[in-house]
């Protein structure tokens, strides 16, 4: 604890001037997000018919969530995914220091890595779709060119999962490749220099300088990562095509169940609180790794 | 800078952002000039449907009809939540398993009024449709738009080049399964049939060629484990186990209709809404023909059909009204017949719509097939357990599970779901 003295108040009067400031923003965001939250949380509490108000039940949509058999198969598939998406970030970290080893040119790189993050979703999963069908898929033809059999990733719920996460990280490289390369030139040169004096390796420099001093956007990519993960939707739905999709009661995620509960069954009330506990599932993960980031992530 | 000069722009972004939200109300019923907002999904119909709103104005000048298509499964999550929050079109296209939660909460006009006045005759369009839409309120919703009945779409280059007859009326559930098996050709890549799940398409028609039902007559539990309805069942899982479709998995990956217009099977049981893209394909309209549906015990097809119906919370009712009563009527039926991309449901359009398609020459059968059509089943929350289908019966068509077994478990599903909204 510093000696500072407390800051002077100008006076005990509220300054309405600054609520008025930020009441533009305040309004879209009470409107846009706190509402819509709070209207959230109390329907997974009732029995919500499709149209008209609810009726409290109390905790009646939480039991029946908690012995869903569904629901625990799709927590399951989220958090499968997430863990594969999470392997990304290692990959991202290594193409980030190569990237920024490239003398000239390093711009065309960073472009070319970040056009699937400003493709629409749609789009990017129409196209695996393509290139990962069973009979005349381009993945496909090139094992066979290697002799390996293929297979109906995404129609075989064995493998959808996998062909998601694959589609997920090439989906998010651009983002974490930009965030990581910023954290990279935050690292002063001079300590480069200084190494390579004493003779250290490139790989020693790597793991010696740049992943400690990386360790911050790391930290930061890796959140973000998780959290993203866990809110995946877009690329069951197109992926996966239709309701018939063979392989979609088996590879569903958590927000995939809440859209098919709210907007397909209906169920407003089961679909909040499917929303209410991912919310808090991500609270918990999310703290989490605050808590062990104090174990690695380096900080000057 | 003064206090006073920071607050004023404050001040006015927030009312503008009032203004914003409320812009948009106002304007109320009145014999000034009328936009209407058409809800549809997008497909084939699109330009027929703008023709029938560009005739609805010459007819009625102060009212336009502004057209809104949103992609197929999309079109029901966004009527939900618009209808919800007061922002529905005013008039929009209703299924018949989608429409009870609707009319349940208020969502619908009733256009009971208008029909009498401008003595509509109910006659004139197919009763089956009329009652898949009746919920028993004494209410009339809307008017059916179209009609549906199923037929086996076939590929005549495939049937000649197996040196198989084409498929005749009268031909039964073993002919079928026997021509499937001579059209499989596992060298060329060619299967005789696609046997997807399909309910509408699919297995529904057999079940009651078999004598069954998907539900009992009380509306309260299911019938789909019964033996009758098990058998209808068994003439799908039995074509999966000859190897004479793609599986469910290919299936997937590419739909059957597609794997039809690329010429991989060569029987395509569905309905007529498909006549027109198929038609439009120029590959492949001179290779396709049609055949009514093999008979079980007994001749049967599903029919259903579109309905027209208005938004309760629309700003201009009588417009919608007028619009609804248009869109079903005869002259939209000639319309919609015209362009081939649907049988309307307003008797008396069912030869022009032929003629719109004059290569395809049996097109009759679906016309025929009326005849003998059972609704299909609605029953409840019709959109949620048809949505578990998948999740039941996959494993009967693979093969894994038995029919019996896997009936048995769809029932108590579809139970539970019908006695949750009964």
Redesign the interface.
């Known amino acids: 604890m510093t000696r500072q003295p407390a800051r002077p108040r100008t006076s005990g009067r509220i300054d ?2 600054a609520y ?2 930020i ?2 923003a305040f ?2 965001l009470a409107a846009l997000y706190l509402w819509p939250f709070l209207s959230t949380f109390l329907k997974s509490f009732q029995t919500v ?4 108000p609810g009726r409290f039940t109390g905790g009646a949509n939480y039991d029946k969530l908690l012995a869903d058999a569904d629901f625990w198969g799709a927590l399951g598939n989220s958090a499968k995914y997430t863990a594969i998406v999470l392997l990304g970030i290692p990959l991202a970290i290594v193409l980030a220091a190569m990237i920024q080893q490239v003398a000239r040119g390093r711009a065309v790189y960073r472009v070319l890595f970040f056009l699937p993050v400003v493709t629409l979703p749609v789009a990017v999963g129409m196209v695996w779709r393509f290139i990962l ?5 381009l993945l496909n033809y090139a094992l066979s060119l290697i002799g390996v059999p293929g297979q ?1 990733w ?3 719920d064995r493998f959808a999962v996998y062909a998601f996460a694959v589609v997920g990280i090439w989906m998010g490289l651009g983002v974490n490749l930009i965030i990581l390369g910023a954290g990279l030139q935050n690292i002063p040169v001079d300590l480069y220099e200084a190494s390579a004096l004493d003779g250290a390796s490139r790989v020693r420099q790597f793991f010696a300088i740049t992943l400690p001093l990386l360790s911050p956007s790391v930290f930061f990519v890796t959140i973000l990562t998780t959290i993203s993960a866990l809110q995946m939707f877009d690329l069951v739905f197109i992926m ?10 088996g590879s569903k995620t958590i927000v995939y169940l809440f ?2 509960a709210a ?4 169920k407003q009330g089961y679909a909040a609180a499917i929303a209410i506990v991912l919310l808090v599932i991500i609270m918990i993960v999310t703290a989490v790794q605050f808590a062990v980031q104090k174990k690695w992530v380096v900080y000057d | 800078m003064t ?1 006073k000069t ?2 004023a722009p ?2 006015v ?2 009312a503008a ?1 009032l203004a914003g939200c409320s812009s948009g109300s106002g304007s109320s019923e009145s014999d000034g000039p009328v936009t209407i907002t058409y809800g549809i999904w997008a497909g084939t119909q699109t330009p027929a449907m703008q023709e029938i709103a560009t005739a609805f104005t010459a007819e009625n000048p102060n009212i336009t009809v502004k057209i809104q298509e949103r992609p197929y ?1 999309e079109f ?2 966004t009527l ?2 618009s ?2 929050g007061g922002t529905a079109p005013d008039a929009f296209w209703m299924l018949a398993q989608q429409i009870r ?2 009319a ?4 619908l006009l009733d256009i009971s009024d208008a029909v009498k006045e401008q003595q509509v005759d109910l006659a004139k369009y197919p009763k089956a449709v009329l009652d898949l839409y009746d919920q028993g309120d004494g209410k009339l919703y809307g008017l059916p738009k179209d009609v549906d009945t199923n037929a086996v779409w076939f590929n005549k280059a495939l049937f000649d080049k197996a040196g198989v007859a084409y498929p005749k009326a009268g031909w039964t559930w073993a002919d079928f399964r026997e021509t499937a098996k001579k059209l499989t050709d596992p060298a060329a890549g060619t299967w005789g049939v696609a046997a ?3 309910y509408q398409g699919g297995y529904y028609n057999s079940i009651f060629q078999a004598g069954g039902k998907v539900i009992a007559d009380d509306g309260k539990t299911a019938a789909i484990d019964s033996p009758e309805a098990q058998a209808g069942i068994r003439f799908w899982t039995d074509l999966q186990a000859d190897k004479s479709s793609p599986t ?3 299936l ?4 059957a209709e597609t794997m039809f217009e690329q010429g991989k099977v060569a029987m395509y049981v569905s309905g007529a809404y498909w006549a027109l893209k198929l038609y439009d394909n120029q590959a492949i309209r001179a290779k396709v023909d049609v055949a009514p549906l093999p008979t079980g015990v007994k001749q049967a097809t599903v029919t259903s059909g579109i309905e027209n119906v208005g938004y309760a919370g629309t700003k201009h009712p009588e417009a919608v009204k007028k619009f609804l009563l248009f869109a079903s009527g005869e002259k939209a039926a000639n319309i919609q017949a015209k362009s081939g991309a649907v049988l309307p449901a307003y008797q008396g359009a069912e030869k022009t719509w032929m003629n719109a398609m004059p290569e395809f020459k049996n097109l009759q059968v679906f016309i025929d097939a009326k005849a003998y059509s059972v609704p299909l089943p609605v029953q409840g ?1 019709a ?2 357990w048809q ?1 578990l ?3 039941y019966l ?1 494993p009967a068509w ?1 093969g894994k599970v038995s029919v019996a077994d896997a009936t048995a478990q769809y029932a108590d599903a579809i139970d539970k779901v019908l006695a949750e909204n009964g």
């Open positions: 309405w001037s008025a400031m009441a533009p309004a879209g018919p499709v149209f008209g069908n069973g009979d005349f898929g109906y995404v129609a075989d996966l095509g239709s309701v018939n999709n063979t392989a979609l009661s859209y098919e907007f397909v069954q209906f | 206090r920071l607050l404050a001040i972004a927030v952002l499964p029901w999550s939900q939540t209808a919800a939660p609707y349940a909460g208020n969502q997807p799940l399909d469910l998995q290919q997937s990956d590419t739909e929350n959109a949620e949505g289908q998948a999740k996959t693979d």
